[in-house]
């Protein structure tokens, strides 16, 4: 008993850490209707400033205390709320979603920018609380430091006034009103949006405070170990069912604990151990997302005025005017021509890798107009699918012998067939439920396979050898081999998508976007259309994965980890998420954006961070846009260009467009 006494205690600090976090998710939605997947970034960014102002610039622990938390912590959260959230109705938790998760990606791409690349340890950062580096007293041999007492008396009061404030205020009481919906409670008299900033003001100082508290565990500075943190504190939130914060604290301290058993118990050098042990969040994560029925219904809208939102508006083309069709037909074949002419000829080598990397990209953005656009579900886990594609491939050509191009195909089945899995386990799961599963499935391949050497080659991944492509002369890494090998795959991947559009999956999955239950009794099968656009989705991002790799000539872990998965959808919703030229614009956009960057910043600013960052805060206009701003701004353009040219065609086009409405008078 005292042996296993002296593993858990360690974990109660490690697991107040995680309790913090996930004590203020719940907060956070239960008080702004919110799941702010941005929890970790913001938690880093307050971090990061405070250590800055305190190893750089020599501040005391107070004084960057005042600024990274009291100060930076409320503006921020101001700011998401007043130019952000306020502005996306309570129903539209997609684009409450896809908001935060720009959010979390464009944060921590920002500091660098903002900064310079920064070489930053928080071990030895003196806390305005309690100093880290004295032990202050020895429980069954267990060493209580200054960390884990700041942690474990900050996380005690925090859960007291929290639970106050929400279930004993008015406060409180209009704050969960206010996420029911906040246009009822306008009706009764209360500043409803002053509710709601209260709300974000003190959730985001929340999150500052915890990831300053949290600094010094990590000591060297990652945004992926603030994004692991959050997943850590979803999964306790998630057994609260996001409702209850002392439930969400407990859970969240039995992680701790059970973490940190395992570890005793386990021998370090086992494979258990590496396998089992970093993936117990997400698996508790997956096991609250299966087997409580409460998370099924997360996404379920309670406002009774959510039908009054207008529906999102159509696409450019389908409204263009026919002549200005057939001219911007005709202009697409002549560009189309022209680029492949300009490849194949005169197109400088830095240049033909750029593109080839965008179309390459494109194939894997393609998966997700797939499973986002057309099924309008949420998969966070898109560039993990295309890293099983490419692993295997390059595994079955090293250890086997395999043509590269058919293993190619092997793996694309193999990342079908996960995509699959994930669909069995998620077929009651949509929104963020969903979201949450495959987001999950990312981090546990990460912890998992992609962090065994023998599957991945370790940091330095897995090298392509032209051999495995075959003899043929074709078969080369010159530019233009790659370019026809890459543009081919595409092409088909295209004809796939608009195929799967056009038929009868897409019109099945368009109906059950608008709802599910009236398609079923229809006679259609919800559940074998989300298994079959899964399993499509899957195998185009494998193979998408595959053709990226071979234009690096190497398969890395780091190339698609569940920080690439969330990049991807930020990219593709800034462009358009419902079409085909959205995912192909994405992707050359995003290296093309990424080679001038380079070419005309100075190095000590990350052309790719830059990059990351523009393309983040583009997707934060999916609330207002969400057909893309790219789609938006191509509408508008077309729109003014046939008002100019084609000003009684565009008049008649906008006519039959328009919605027809008869009135009649009683009595004459």
């Given amino acids: 008993m005292e042996q296993f006494l002296g593993f858990a205690l360690p974990g109660v600090p490690y697991g107040c850490t995680y309790a913090l976090v996930a004590v203020c998710l719940v907060l956070t939605y239960q008080a702004t209707g919110v799941f702010n997947f941005a929890f970790g970034a913001q938690a880093f960014a307050s971090a990061f400033v405070f250590t800055w102002l305190t190893q750089y610039h020599n501040w005391s622990g107070f004084e960057a205390f005042l600024v990274s938390v009291v100060v930076m912590g409320p503006v921020m959260g101001w700011a998401f709320d007043r130019l952000l959230f306020r502005h996306i109705p309570n129903a539209n938790s997609t684009a409450k979603m896809v908001c935060s998760l720009a959010l979390l990606v464009g944060i921590p791409s920002l500091l660098p920018v903002i900064f310079g690349p920064q070489n930053l340890d928080a071990t030895s950062t003196i806390l305005p609380f309690f100093n880290p580096n004295v032990v202050y007293f020895t429980i069954l041999g267990t060493p209580i430091n200054g960390i884990y007492l700041s942690t474990i008396s900050v996380t005690i009061v925090v859960l007291i006034l929290l639970t106050v404030l929400l279930r004993y205020t008015s406060l409180g009481l209009q704050m969960r009103a206010a996420v029911e919906s906040r246009r009822l409670v306008q009706l009764d008299g209360v500043n409803a949006n002053g509710v709601v900033a209260i709300a974000w003001v003190v959730s985001s100082f929340m999150a500052s405070l915890a990831g300053v508290l949290l600094a010094p565990v990590f000591g060297a500075f990652n945004s992926e170990d603030y994004v692991t943190l959050t997943v850590t504190a979803i999964a306790a939130a998630a057994w609260a069912l996001l409702r209850s914060m002392p439930i969400a604290a407990g859970v969240a301290v039995l992680i701790g604990v059970a973490t940190t058993v395992l570890q005793g118990y386990i021998s370090p050098n086992s494979l258990f151990n590496a396998a089992v042990v970093p993936s117990l969040p997400f698996l508790f994560l997956v096991a609250a997302l299966l087997l409580l029925p409460g998370m099924r219904s997360l996404d379920a809208s309670r ?301 000590r600013i990350g052309a790719s961070s830059l990059t990351v960052v523009l393309f983040a805060f583009g997707a934060l206009t999916y609330a207002s846009h969400p057909e893309g701003v790219l789609e938006y701004q191509k509408r508008k353009g077309t729109m003014r260009f046939e008002r100019l040219f084609f000003a009684r065609e565009a008049a008649a086009q906008e006519e039959r467009a328009a919605p027809t409405i008869t009135t009649s008078s009683a009595n004459g």
């Fill in 303 to 603: 406002d009774p005025m959510s039908t009054i939102d207008p529906p999102p508006p159509p696409i450019a083309a389908t409204t263009r005017a026919p002549s200005m069709d057939r001219i911007i037909r005709v202009l697409w074949w002549v560009l189309f021509a022209g680029f492949c002419v300009s490849m194949l000829t005169w197109m400088p080598v830095a240049w033909a890798t750029v593109f080839n990397n965008g179309l390459t990209y494109s194939i894997v953005l393609l998966s997700i107009t797939l499973i986002t656009g057309m099924a309008g579900q949420l998969s966070l886990c898109q560039a993990t699918l295309a890293g099983v594609g490419a692993f295997t491939a390059a595994q079955l050509a090293n250890h086997l012998g395999l043509n590269l191009l058919i293993g190619g195909l092997v793996g694309a089945a193999l990342a079908a067939a996960v995509a699959v899995v994930l669909a069995l386990l998620s077929l009651r799961l949509k929104g963020l439920g969903l979201a949450l599963m495959t987001l999950a499935a990312a981090l546990l391949f990460d912890a998992t396979f992609f962090n065994e050497t023998s599957v991945t080659g370790g940091a330095q991944g897995v090298s392509i050898q032209a051999k495995w492509l075959g003899t043929h002369a074709f078969f080369n890494f010159d530019g233009h081999a790659m370019f026809l090998l890459s543009l081919g795959v595409l092409i088909v991947a295209v004809v796939v998508v608009l195929l799967v559009r056009k038929g009868t999956v897409g019109r099945n999955l368009a109906a059950m976007r608008g709802s599910e239950t009236a398609t079923a009794g229809l006679g259609v099968n919800p559940t074998w259309q989300r298994i079959v656009v899964f399993a499509l989705s899957g195998a185009i991002a494998g193979v998408g994965g595959l053709l990226h790799s071979l234009e690096q000539q190497v398969v890395s872990p780091t190339d698609w980890n569940a920080e690439i998965s969330l990049v991807l959808v930020v990219l593709v919703v800034t462009t358009s998420v419902t079409t085909v030229e959205g995912a192909i614009q994405a992707g050359i956009g995003f290296f093309v954006t990424e080679q001038i960057l380079t070419t005309v910043l100075p190095a």
